[in-house]
């Protein structure tokens, strides 16, 4: 069988599906590709921290980026809950950093520094300040900053809406569907090739296969231009949530959800392709994060996970051309490809449609 679509997406994460529904809503002929299920991976295992701020470490085009995507999730969710019915639980809370030592807090005042002047809200808060934004706070808090702008969405429902979404404008899923490699000549891609020996014909290619997109045949990527970094989470379940945002501390996350779950993560581990969650990171999340919200102490332990972050050397994601024209990438969005979702997807429809893109992506090129 051979099909001629006017573009294939490897792979059904966060950015495979949310290029799809971008691209299909114009009008694009899409098929997504995925080996097993849409958001099997790192896109449906994510905390859900919409972080721009806090995840940021230094001006430049990451954080316009980063900042650009999260101004986006309103207008986006919105969307997706009329075309699928989803809500995609997408609420600004905030983002609290509370710092219990001397050393920790300069970190963060300095890290609100630059960023207050870059004209973003980073607010910086005595202890009894943040407490007052986070009551449930260890006594012996000493300080923080507050990222008010910053919020959440839940992956797995985010994952179910933009699946739903994308097929209902038109876009076309294949499960089960494992790419061996691009297609082409080289110079310019022609489709792909599935492990099936199957071809399919499309004028435009975007790589989104995530941690295993240098696995993919026929593209210019390095073998270590990706690489797996796994991370860990620990949920559990509280009968009536207390939190009012997420709070960051120095060696864990704690983010709510509406229904009383609440996700504790994350590890960050580079041990190849192996699945596990190990009790030393379990313990390690827990302690650290009822030192920092001792009334965690009586919540209910809910399940555990891990999935694997697409790293890149500069922790910049691959958005836009490949070397190998009409092959597109949207790949290795390591600790944030939840929050870059939108802008990325947006970027990849425009290239492909021949138009300016909304944010630059040359500062977003693999390496030749
Ligand atoms: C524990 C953890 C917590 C995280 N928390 C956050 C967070 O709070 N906020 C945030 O913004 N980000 C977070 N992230 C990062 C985020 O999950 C990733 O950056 C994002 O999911 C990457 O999306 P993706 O679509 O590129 O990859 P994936 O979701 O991994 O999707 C890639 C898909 O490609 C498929 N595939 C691979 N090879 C092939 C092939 N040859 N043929 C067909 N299909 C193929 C896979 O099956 C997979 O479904 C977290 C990640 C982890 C692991």
Same mark, same amino acid.
């Given at each position: 069988m051979s099909t001629a679509y006017d573009v294939t997406i490897v792979g059904g994460g966060v950015m495979?599906?949310?290029? $799809?529904?971008?691209?299909?809503? #114009?009008? @694009? +002929?899409?098929?997504?590709?995925? +080996?097993?299920?849409?958001?099997?991976?790192?896109?449906?295992? $994510?905390?859900?921290?919409?972080g721009a701020q806090v995840e940021s470490h230094?001006?430049?085009?990451? @954080?316009?980026?980063?900042?650009?995507? #999260?101004?986006?999730?309103?207008?986006?969710?919105? #969307?997706?809950?009329?075309?699928?019915?989803?809500?995609?639980?997408? +609420?600004?809370?905030?983002?609290?950093?509370?710092?219990?030592?001397?050393?920790?807090l300069d970190k963060m005042e300095a890290h609100a520094a630059w960023q207050r002047e870059a004209g973003l809200r980073a607010v910086p808060l005595r202890a009894s300040e943040v407490r007052a934004i986070e009551p449930d706070l260890a006594a012996d808090v000493i300080g923080g900053i507050s990222f008010p702008d910053d919020a959440r969405v839940d992956p797995p429902r985010l994952l179910k809406a933009l699946r739903i979404s994308a097929e209902k404008s038109g876009a076309s899923f294949r499960t089960g569907a494992v790419v061996r490699k691009v297609a082409g000549d080289g110079a310019r891609?022609?489709?792909? @090739?599935?492990?099936?020996?199957?071809?399919?014909?499309?004028?435009?290619? @975007?790589?989104?296969?995530?941690?295993?997109?240098?696995?993919?045949?026929?593209t210019t990527l390095a073998p270590d231009a990706i690489r797996p970094a796994r991370g860990q989470i620990v949920e559990l379940q509280l009968a009536v949530p207390f939190q009012r945002g997420i709070v960051v501390g120095s060696k864990c996350y704690v983010s709510p959800r509406d229904d009383g779950r609440v996700l504790i993560g994350s590890t960050l581990e580079f041990v190849g392709f192996e699945r596990g969650v190990t009790a030393g990171a379990v313990r390690d999340l827990l302690t650290s994060a009822t030192r920092m919200l001792p009334r965690l102490e009586a919540a209910d332990l809910g399940r555990v996970w891990s999935s694997f972050r697409p790293y890149t050397a500069n922790e910049m994601p691959f958005i836009g051309p490949s070397p190998i024209e009409n092959l597109w990438l949207a790949t290795g969005h390591y600790r944030n490809g939840i929050l870059l979702s939108p802008i990325t997807a947006e970027i990849i429809a425009a290239l492909i449609a021949?138009?300016?893109?909304?944010?630059?992506?040359?500062?977003?090129?693999a390496p030749a």
């Open positions: 495979g599906c949310a290029a $799809a529904f971008e691209l299909a809503s #114009r009008g @694009v +002929r899409t098929l997504v590709l995925e +080996r097993s299920v849409p958001g099997a991976e790192a896109s449906s295992a $994510a905390a859900g921290m919409l230094a001006p430049g085009p990451f @954080v316009d980026l980063c900042v650009a995507s #999260r101004d986006r999730f309103s207008s986006w969710a919105a #969307r997706l809950r009329e075309v699928s019915g989803i809500d995609v639980e997408h +609420r600004v809370c905030g983002i609290t950093a509370a710092a219990f030592d001397r050393a920790e891609s022609s489709g792909v @090739v599935l492990e099936s020996g199957e071809t399919i014909e499309s004028a435009h290619v @975007v790589l989104a296969a995530g941690s295993w997109s240098t696995l993919v045949g026929g021949g138009e300016a893109p909304p944010i630059d992506p040359s500062p977003f090129r």
